[in-house]
């Protein structure tokens, strides 16, 4: 871990990320690290890739908490019905969110 990532992750962020204020609706991308949200819809065109996160268990309503965020910045650790995801930036881009 570098200085800077050790002042940001100190500053309460990861990656230069702001923390979300609860009722912002967002992508689940932008959120930090213990941060939690409820997911409102997913944006994924690709009818293979929406399957997948539906069967991984992404569905409207359920309650998912940012775990951790690898130090490239990708993956990102997700928990959501009592288990843990791994699933990388670009997927979680097309999840909306609104923070709890």
């Known amino acids: 871990m570098t200085i ?3 002042k940001l992750f100190l500053k309460g962020r990861k990656n230069g990320g ?3 204020k609860t ?3 967002c992508n689940l991308s932008e959120l930090v690290v ?5 997911v409102l819809k997913l944006k994924e065109t690709n ?4 399957r997948h996160l539906l069967d991984m268990g992404v569905t409207r309503g ?5 775990k951790k965020i690898a130090p490239m910045g990708d ?3 997700i928990t959501l019905r009592d288990y843990e995801l791994c699933i ?5 881009n097309k999840i909306e969110v609104e923070v709890l």
């Open 34 to 38: 213990g941060q939690k949200a409820k």
């Open 18 to 20: 702001s923390m979300k």
């Open 75 to 77: 993956p990102i650790y």
């Open 23 to 25: 009722g912002d609706i």
């Open 88 to 92: 990388c930036k670009e997927d979680l």
């Open 4 to 6: 800077r990532h050790l």
């Open 62 to 66: 359920v309650i998912i908490s940012i």
């Open 47 to 50: 009818k293979a890739i929406r």
